[in-house]
């Protein structure tokens, strides 16, 4: 386990930040219904292996603002064992961007897998 001093903490929630949207997106586009916020979280705890989890209320406003962006739309609806549920879904504009986004990734994941291994030239 990584010490989680505050240098780390900080690396941890600006990796956390920068990656949130781009897993939101992937998330959604891979489900065949609608999906609310306490559903996401836990089916990415689910999948988060050894990786830090990200926090359940860090999510929220992540999907406030890809739905603010036409990124996502959203509907409220009532749910039986508690407070209405919003439900999310991704939209033309997500899919697009998640497409942009996912190369973006890829490009970078390559660049920082490169310099980690030693092969750069300096």
């Known amino acids: 386990m990584v010490d989680q001093n505050t240098p780390t903490k900080k690396f941890q929630k ?6 949130a949207s ?3 997106l992937s998330v959604l586009s891979q489900s065949e219904k609608p999906m609310y916020g306490y559903q996401i979280a836990k089916l990415l705890d689910e999948n988060r ?3 830090p989890a990200m926090k359940q209320g860090a999510l929220y406003p992540v999907l406030r603002s890809l739905e603010k962006n036409g990124l996502l739309s959203s509907k409220v609806e009532p749910s039986v064992s508690g407070p209405p549920r919003r439900y999310y879904t991704i939209a033309a504009e997500g899919r ?3 497409m942009l986004w996912t190369e ?3 490009q970078m994941k390559n660049f920082v897998d490169h310099i980690l291994e030693g092969e750069s030239h300096v």
């Open 104 to 106: 973006i990734w890829s």
């Open 14 to 19: 600006e990796m956390n930040s920068g990656t």
């Open 49 to 51: 292996k050894d990786a």
């Open 96 to 98: 697009e961007a998640l």
């Open 22 to 24: 781009l897993v939101l």
